[in-house]
């Protein structure tokens, strides 16, 4: 990967600024070869399932800022799904960040129709700027591209430009329509192109004693840990506020939760400010946590409180981790994910004793936009745990999925996106979905985590009696089949 | 007017009618679109998988280079490997923004495969077209004019004289289309008719669809949508239909509702015995009123704040029928009404002349536009004496506590109601929004 490139308005896509995939099987020490020497390539599919869209990525990151609003420059159906960021707003705001009186997302739709494809949007999009600013108290506008809008060429980095003076607050335009990448998580890096751009501003006064952690919205673990440290966390971008995010360049340090979302914006970070990344991936499973506790320790130059911690926590955790590994060992279990938090699955399956059987994840990034091998958690992952078998990167693909559960039958599925566990469930597989990615970091969450499986594992009725009576569209000729089937052979994509 | 910006979008564009396909037993929708128009449907709907919806769905998936190239040869690919893994009895292409402006000849593909003697429809359903209130009525005449038509037979046509066509609840943007289709079968049924109910899974797929051109007439329950089906089979079939503007709930209405359709049958010679048919809406109506004159104590005397007042934001059929049930049937007054489904401008005079009918005393403001977030705007201005319901979508939740209102969940968009089998329509459906309305009021206290 290259230097990122800030002052152009669309991003770079994944595939071609890191060399992302979609479609591979094979093993992870496999993967993770082919990955180091530059010459991983994809495999295309002659038949596919609904993937996933760049819009509902890069309006996540956009949509959770507290004070912002938000325009899909499309026909109303680009806009559908967001609905639900509105409802996660409102759930996690009070719970897990701490805000008393959260307010209704500000989402907009420019309905494009049919005479807007042949006479353009521009003029349109213009109006529901205004419109928008009118109607709300919104701090910056984001206004995202849809593949309608992008196909009829509407200039929408102009349109926000004019209305940025025009109404004297920031108007960001964002590149995300679907067709644009096959790895739909380029919407992150547009969403946090777009803020970098033009809500990040240029630091006043550096090392403020923030730690930036890019993150969902998860649970705030960090506080509690960075205070032996004396810094902070600055949790972003879901709930900040605008005038947070200008201040992420004074940060003293970039921590991501997961490469799969921080990546670009952690690099354009520190390329842009000098805000450096800690060089190491986040803090999942035993040999992980030591390594990040270490890292964050040399970055603020308070290595003996890191080393302080580390005894404390294995003095206080490791008895219960060593009961919890005595239940598990020899579970076998199956990962899907998106992409590195399914590496940060296999490391807590390692870490608990348990057999990793498989994994299916929906691209790979053969490295990240730090450029630094070190945050990658499956690289890590083989070498401190051994490989994977069975590893699949399938898009999501669910009938390359279905085939190879039914094939390997775990006794567990650990889950981080919605949909998969159902299939499990149709097989009489128990299954765990992970919702708040942070609860499951460091020691701590190591053991809610294995407690959560140990539950799981013994809570199978209702799996059993589902199964019982489940429905299956897929041809009987299709489960017998190798999972591969439908996969073309490997090459390099011309775009 | 349609042309404006939407906030809080209450419907989706016209590929979101896929979930007509999904609401037919074992059809399955194939998309020829973006890689994230399933997605968006999906987190639309939610819970809306059925036999093959969601993620099971096969996509064409349109990377930059179908953009560029066009994507025909993609699809063909995609189509012929479905039924490799997928087990369908009817498949149904739909193209989206991209397939639609790069110009891909869908028609052909489907064609194709048609000859091939596959059961394939395919639908032109690029978001910019329409929305899924206008689509699914192109989606139920694509496969009329492609599917049904395979098995017509002109002698056959209104053959069966008792049997009816009914088009009511669009699956899914209903929220409660299953309970609503079951009550409509289950009162035309004891009123002596066989209904071909067409979604869900009372119905029997792809065979009742078969047999649409023998029913002697169809039934229309909609101030709008729909209205192009019924239309359409006049035209093909030569069946009438006898339309209802909105959807029945409670006793009045579903008396006025079952009595049309009992004339109208019985003047297309339909085989009623309307003593018997009389004698049973007599009788469900009599259950009823027993049960609302048991439950009236309560909506006169009780002291601890009942709504008084109601804003609907809803479809023109909900907005019309939850009008007339809250004030013939609870004593609440419908006060300004949204109406968020986009109804074309043609008929919404209509519509706004059947909500005034409701009432000799009163009139009751009614707004058409799909811009939901200004019709929050708007309740927030208004003031009325005593307190209020709100009964919308999820995001009307907000605006509903803002205002110290009642609020019930019952159009989608909502994340904060699960529907399973539950109907509004017909003697149970009334009573079952008197439920949902006062004990919703009730575990509020204490």
Same mark, same amino acid.
């Given at each position: 990967m290259g230097k990122l490139d800030i002052s152009i308005p669309e991003v770079s896509i994944r595939e071609i600024r890191l060399g992302s995939i979609t479609g591979y099987q094979g093993s992870a020490k496999g993967?993770?070869?082919?990955?180091?020497?530059?010459?991983?390539?994809? &495999?295309?599919r002659k038949f596919q399932q609904c993937a996933g869209c760049s819009i509902s990525k890069a309006a996540c990151m956009v949509t959770l800022i507290q004070d912002a609003a938000v325009i899909i420059h499309g026909p109303v159906g680009c806009a559908s799904c967001l609905h639900e960021f509105n409802f996660t707003y409102y759930v996690n705001a009070k719970s897990r960040r701490g805000i008393d009186n959260p307010t209704q997302r500000k989402i907009f739709s420019t309905n494009l129709k049919e005479t807007d494809t042949v006479y353009g949007g521009a003029r349109k999009l213009a109006k529901a700027i205004r419109e928008v600013n009118e109607r709300t108290n919104a701090s910056a506008i984001f206004v995202l591209s849809s593949c309608a809008s992008a196909i009829i060429g509407d200039d929408i980095e102009s349109v926000a430009n004019e209305a940025e003076e025009e109404i004297g607050k920031p108007v960001v335009a964002i590149f995300c329509e679907g067709f644009r990448s096959t790895v739909w998580t380029t919407g992150f890096d547009a969403g946090y192109h777009g803020i970098v751009r033009k809500l990040v501003k240029p630091p006043v006064h550096k090392d403020n004693g923030l730690i930036n952690i890019i993150n969902f919205w998860g649970s705030d673990v960090f506080t509690e840990w960075f205070k032996p440290f004396g810094v902070k966390p600055n949790l972003i971008t879901p709930y900040s506020t605008v005038e947070g995010l200008s201040h992420a360049s004074e940060a003293t340090a970039t921590v991501q939760i997961c490469p799969t979302l921080g990546s670009y914006l952690g690099a354009a970070l520190e390329q842009e400010y000098g805000v450096p990344e800690i060089r190491t991936a986040a803090p999942y499973g035993i040999i992980q946590t030591d390594r990040w506790f270490r890292e964050l320790g040399k970055l603020l130059h308070k290595e003996d409180i890191a080393e302080q911690i580390i005894k404390e926590k294995k003095e206080k955790y490791l008895p219960k981790i060593e009961e919890l590994r005595k239940r598990l060992k020899g579970v076998r279990a199956y990962v899907t994910a998106g992409s590195a938090h399914g590496h940060a699955l296999l490391n807590i399956?390692?870490?608990?004793?348990?057999?990793?059987?498989?994994?299916?994840?929906?691209?790979?990034d053969p490295t990240y936009d730090g450029g630094d091998g070190a945050a990658d958690l499956l690289e890590r992952r083989v070498r401190d745990y051994g490989d994977v078998p069975n590893y699949n990167v399938c898009a999501k693909q669910e009938f390359e999925f279905v085939n190879v559960l039914n094939r390997i039958r775990p006794d567990i599925l650990l889950a981080r996106h919605g949909g998969i566990t159902l299939w499990a469930a149709k097989l009489g597989i128990p299954s765990l979905l992970v919702e708040d990615e942070q609860a499951n970091m460091g020691y701590e969450g190591l053991i809610s985590y294995g407690e959560k499986i140990v539950e799981t594992l013994e809570n199978t009725e209702f799996i059993e009696n589902l199964s019982k009576h489940a429905s299956n569209p897929y041809t009987e000729w299709w489960m017998n089949e190798q999972p591969d089937t439908f996969l073309k052979e490997a090459k390099t994509e011309v775009i | 007017m349609g042309a404006e910006i939407i906030e809080q979008e209450r419907f989706t564009c016209a590929l979101g009618a896929m979930q007509t396909v999904v609401a037919i037993p074992k059809a399955l929708p194939i998309l020829h679109s973006g890689p994230g128009c399933g997605d968006m449907v999906s987190g639309f709907f939610q819970r809306s998988k059925g036999y093959a919806g969601g993620s099971t769905t096969p996509c064409s998936n349109f990377s930059e280079k179908e953009v560029v190239f066009g994507g025909v040869n993609r699809l063909r690919e995609l189509v012929d490997n479905s039924y490799k893994i997928l087990n369908s009895d009817l498949q149904v292409i739909f193209t989206g923004c991209t397939a639609g402006i790069v110009g891909d000849d869908v028609q052909s593909v489907a064609e194709e495969f048609r000859d091939q003697g596959k059961p394939i429809v395919y639908v032109e359903?690029?978001?910019?077209?329409?929305?899924?209130?206008?689509?699914?009525?192109?989606?139920?005449?694509?496969?009329?004019?492609?599917?049904?038509?395979?098995?017509?037979?002109?002698?056959?046509?209104?053959?069966?004289?008792?049997?009816?066509?009914?088009?009511?609840?669009?699956?899914?943007?209903?929220?409660?289309?299953?309970?609503?289709?079951?009550?409509? /079968? %289950?009162l035309l049924e004891a009123i002596g008719l066989k209904v071909n109910i067409l979604f869900g899974d009372k119905s029997e797929g792809v065979r009742e669809w078969q047999s649409i051109p023998k029913a002697n007439f169809n039934i229309l329950v909609s101030p709008w949508y729909g209205k192009d089906i019924v239309d359409h089979l006049k035209d093909v079939y030569g069946q009438p239909y006898v339309q209802y503007p909105n959807i029945p709930i409670g006793a009045n209405e579903t008396e006025k509702f079952l009595n049309k359709v009992i004339a109208f049958a019985i003047e297309q010679g339909a085989d009623i015995n309307e003593v018997e048919a009389k004698r049973f809406i007599k009788r469900e109506s009599d259950a009823y009123y027993a049960q609302l004159e048991d439950l009236a104590t309560f909506l006169l005397e009780f002291r601890y704040g009942l709504p008084n007042h109601a804003h609907i934001i809803h479809d023109a059929g909900y907005v019309l029928g939850i009008s007339k049930f809250l004030i013939n049937e609870t004593g609440v007054i419908p006060k300004e009404q949204f109406i968020v489904d986009d109804t074309p401008e043609k008929y919404q005079e209509e519509i706004a002349k059947e909500l005034q009918s409701i009432s000799k005393k009163r009139e009751v403001p009614v707004f058409f536009s799909?811009?939901?977030? /200004?019709?929050?705007?708007?309740? &927030?201005?208004?003031?009325?004496?005593? /307190?209020?319901?709100?009964?919308?979508?999820?995001?009307?939740?907000?605006?509903? %506590?803002e205002k110290n209102y009642d609020f019930i969940s019952a159009a989608i968009p909502t994340d904060y109601r699960l529907v399973m089998r539950t109907g509004y329509v017909g003697f149970t459906g009334g009573l079952r929004l008197i439920e949902d309305i006062y004990s919703n009021t009730l575990s509020k206290f204490a």
């Open positions: 993967l993770v070869n082919e990955s180091g020497c530059g010459g991983l390539k994809n &495999r295309d399956v390692g870490d608990l004793g348990m057999e990793a059987v498989g994994a299916s994840v929906f691209h790979h | 359903s690029p978001g910019f077209k329409s929305n899924n209130y206008v689509s699914h009525s192109v989606v139920v005449n694509a496969i009329i004019d492609q599917y049904v038509s395979q098995y017509e037979d002109e002698s056959t046509f209104r053959s069966q004289k008792n049997t009816v066509n009914v088009f009511a609840s669009i699956p899914y943007q209903d929220m409660f289309w299953r309970g609503n289709l079951d009550e409509y /079968k %289950r799909p811009d939901a977030g /200004k019709a929050q705007n708007k309740i &927030r201005e208004i003031t009325h004496k005593g /307190k209020g319901i709100i009964i919308g979508a999820g995001w009307d939740k907000q605006i509903a %506590r």
